[in-house]
């Protein structure tokens, strides 16, 4: 189910809660189990999303291979399988985040790039609170940056 902007918010910022808390699990599993093809993946997806031109691409299915690959660095099929599952909601949130509110989007991209460096750089470090808390401070920022999505209450 992709999200409409008639399903926004509230199944969207359920979604990212529902991330935060399984993504940031996958992340420290990552942390603690990744191999040496692991990392050289999340190397290669993480300067990838970097190398993204902001005003040709959105970098959407490049960010959900980003997430899929710290899930599969986990070595936990079932992570793979609720990132699987959800798929089309995270493409929901996706697309809301990276889209501009306030900041100009290459600004908003580098945010979101540096947070998923964040979590890289504590999955190669080995580090699973680091990782854990790295994947949890992006998805918080990414589900608080699709606040000006919110319909003003009446």
């Known amino acids: 189910m992709i999200l409409s902007s008639t399903d926004w918010p509230a199944p969207g910022h359920h979604c ?26 999340l190397a290669d997806m993480v300067n990838r999303l970097e190398a993204l031109d ?18 599969r660095a986990s070595q936990n099929s079932f992570y793979v399988s609720a990132i699987s599952a959800i798929r089309e909601n995270i493409f929901g949130g996706m697309l809301l985040a990276r889209t501009t509110s306030g900041l100009r989007t290459a600004e908003k991209l580098a945010a979101i790039n ?35 999505w919110d319909a003003p209450v009446s």
Not at 56 to 63: R, V, Y
Request: net charge negative; aromatic share 8%; charged share 30%.
């Open 16 to 41: 990212f809660e529902f991330r935060m808390g399984i993504e940031g699990e996958a992340a420290a599993a990552a942390a603690r189990h990744r191999t040496t093809d692991d990392l050289i993946q």
């Open 54 to 71: 902001a005003n040709t691409n959105s970098g959407l299915h490049e960010d959900y291979d980003f997430h899929a690959c710290v899930a």
């Open 114 to 148: 540096e947070q998923h460096r964040a979590v890289y750089e504590a999955i190669v470090a080995g580090d699973p609170d680091r990782a854990r808390q790295a994947m949890r401070y992006h998805l918080l920022a990414c589900r608080k940056s699709t606040r000006h």
